[in-house]
């Protein structure tokens, strides 16, 4: 039973727990099937960020996947551990941190593109554009959200949504954007919500902009490097991911996208990809939408490393930009993330269909969960002034998970990276670390 040895000295090492051999998740062995091709030139990276994963996401994933260790286990991809804090606090919110990743420069909360002197930052975007480089982003929130948009705009504030969404499509160095957030790009006559009326779509559009709005838009487009591709799939944030939509393309379809599109370019690229509601599962407590996001995103990881393989010039590199939940695990035969794969929405969601005097509560829950509560179980959720966290916190319980936080925390995240120049990341780094590791294999000293 090496496999199941190997997965316990790994949980006790992080958190002092002890599994039970019943437990059929694994860690990889040793023996990693890692390409010796790899040599020292990088053209391409594929930067991938969970937005708020911890080691604990990783380990809880571990055990809730059923069929062998996530693809950064089996391509032994952990380089090291990355401090978050921001350049005013302790605790970074995702403005700063996207900003520290993207431009090397730490910032104060809630600024993006920008110092705390107030001196606009130059972005691994910009220098990939000058070293002649494609750039894609793509991220299941609105596209123009605090951490995609840390690539490619400069704002004070991270909720000026319409000015990043205007710069994002006006930045030379865009060649792709994949995301939510269409009624940001939209006037209010055409449907979205832009206070200034102008319809965004049809700037993106006239600057050389291919638009795409559904699923089937995007699986119907042939990738072409003659052209710049803007996909807006949901007005607001992508659905949770609890299976496929019919409508919106997953995290997987669209990274597939960015990479056939990206990477027809000689020159290389430079695609950011961000599990983006990570991050929002934490603040919400909910482990079954943590398992399930971090299921998307591994699905997406795993076309990374598909293509790092054939290219042997591409460097992937994983680590979120904090943690969000403060989540740990204490799982054991009964109570272990395993049983959360029947959850088939999220607690916010659940709730949104119990009516107001709870008549309905159990039914729906056990029918959502599968999952079985007691009579107590139920009066905690009823009695609570917000039912969301109740539920959100007892399903986690039957899951052997628990949270300190509803907010970002200060611990450090863990960084996974693969193919030539991985070995940039190694040890205990700070995010700004990260973003010289990447400039130093995409453009060089
Ligand atoms: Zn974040």
Redesign the pocket.
Known sequence: MKKNLAITFTAITLVGLSLSPMLSASASDSGVDMPDAFGDEVNNVIFL?P??FSTAYADSYRLFKEDGPPIWEEKQMLKGMVATHSADSLI???AA??TALATGVKTNNGVIGYSPEGEELESIVDLARQAGKKNGLVATSTINH??PAAFAASVEGRNDYEGIAKQLIHHDGIDLLLGGGREQFQSPEQGGIREDGVDLIGEAEDNGFTYMETKRDLLATEADSSKKFLGLFADDALLANFGPSIIEPSLAQMTSFAIDHLSQSDEGFFLMVEGSQI?WVGHDNDAAYAMKDTHAFEEAVKLAVDFAEQDKETLVVIV???D?GGLSIQPDDEFNPSNLHDVSMTGADMIQLVDHSFSNLEEVITEETSMTFSGDELERIKKSNDPKMALNTLVSEKAGMAWTSDN?TAIDVPIYAYGPQSTNFTGTIDNTDVFQGIRQALIGN
Do not use: F, N, P, Y
Request: aromatic fraction near 0%; charge should be negative.
């Open positions: 960020i937005d708020g970074t919110d995702s941190a996207g605090a951490t991050d979120g930009d904090h969000t970002h």
